[in-house]
C-alpha cells in the first residue's frame, strides 16, 4: 500500500506545537495516520483499507528517518472494522511502502485484534501475548498463549488456542502450533485445542448461527510469515 501525502511527522510537528506530545501522561489523539499504519486484511472487510485511522495512547514517539511510530499507554487503533488494542504498538514503513505492525500486551491485558469478514456478518477476533501483522505477506502472527476466534454475528462459531497462531488473510487458511509454551493449569500438557462449529447446509436453519460462510480451513503448513 502507498503512503498518501499525509505524513504522520507534519502531524506530530502540529501535535508539538500545541504542547501534546511533551506530556507524556496526557493522552496523545492521532487522527488520519493513513501513511503508516495500514492494517488491512484480505478477505476481511475490503473497504476498511480506505477508511481513516484513528489512534488513542498516552505517548506517541516517531521516528521520520526510520519511518516507524511507537505508541505506548492503553494504546487503542481503528480503522473502519479493524479494532487493535495493546498496551504498546510498533508500526514500520519500509521502501517499497510495505507495512508492519508489532502489538504488545500487558500484564493485565493481551493484545487484541479484531476485522470483519468481506461479504459476511462475520468476525475474527484474536489475543496473544505480541501480535504481528505483516503487510507483505499479508498475514497476522499471534504469539504467546495465543486464542483465534470467529463469531457469525454476535455468536461464537469457532475458537482455537495454541502458542502460535498464524492466520493467512489471502488464502484464509490458519496453522496452530502447541508445546510447552502452550501449558497452562487448565491445559497441562500444552495440545492444541480447538471448537469448530459445522457450516449449516443449504436450506437447514443455522442452529445457533445466523449466516453461513466457507469455514476456516487449517493448514499444516506456515509459509510467508514474519518480517
Known amino acids: 500500500m502507498k503512503s498518501p501525502a499525509c505524513s504522520p511527522f507534519l502531524l506530530h510537528l502540529a501535535a508539538a506545537r500545541l504542547g501534546w506530545v511533551s506530556r507524556v501522561h496526557r493522552e496523545v489523539l492521532v487522527v ?11 478477505h476481511a472487510e475490503r473497504t476498511d483499507r480506505d477508511k481513516p485511522m484513528n489512534a488513542e495512547a498516552d505517548a506517541l514517539r516517531y521516528d521520520d528517518g526510520k519511518q516507524i511510530s511507537v505508541f505506548t499507554g492503553n494504546v487503542v487503533i481503528t480503522k473502519g472494522t479493524i479494532v487493535i488494542r495493546g498496551d504498546r504498538v510498533e508500526v514500520r514503513q519500509d521502501a517499497q511502502g510495505n507495512q508492519f505492525g508489532q502489538v504488545l500486551g500487558s500484564p493485565s ?25 505483516n503487510g507483505q505477506a499479508d498475514n497476522v502472527r499471534f504469539q504467546g498463549r495465543a486464542v483465534l476466534r470467529r463469531y457469525r454475528g454476535s455468536t461464537l462459531s469457532d475458537e482455537t488456542a495454541g502458542s502460535l497462531i498464524v492466520y493467512d488473510n489471502l488464502a484464509e ?3 496452530v502450533d502447541g508445546g510447552t ?6 491445559n497441562p500438557s500444552g495440545r492444541v485445542r480447538a471448537m469448530l462449529t459445522p457450516t449449516p447446509k443449504d436450506g437447514a436453519a443455522p442452529v445457533p448461527v445466523p449466516s453461513a460462510a466457507p469455514a476456516l480451513r487449517s493448514s499444516p503448513r506456515m509459509e510467508g510469515v514474519g518480517r
Open 109 to 133: 491485558a493481551q493484545a487484541f485484534f479484531r476485522q470483519k469478514r468481506d461479504g459476511v456478518d462475520e468476525y475474527i477476533e484474536g489475543v496473544a501475548d505480541r501480535i504481528d501483522y
Open 32 to 42: 488520519g495516520l493513513l501513511a503508516l499504519v495500514g492494517l488491512s486484511v484480505a
Open 173 to 175: 487458511t490458519f496453522s
Open 181 to 186: 509454551a502452550n501449558r497452562t493449569a487448565a
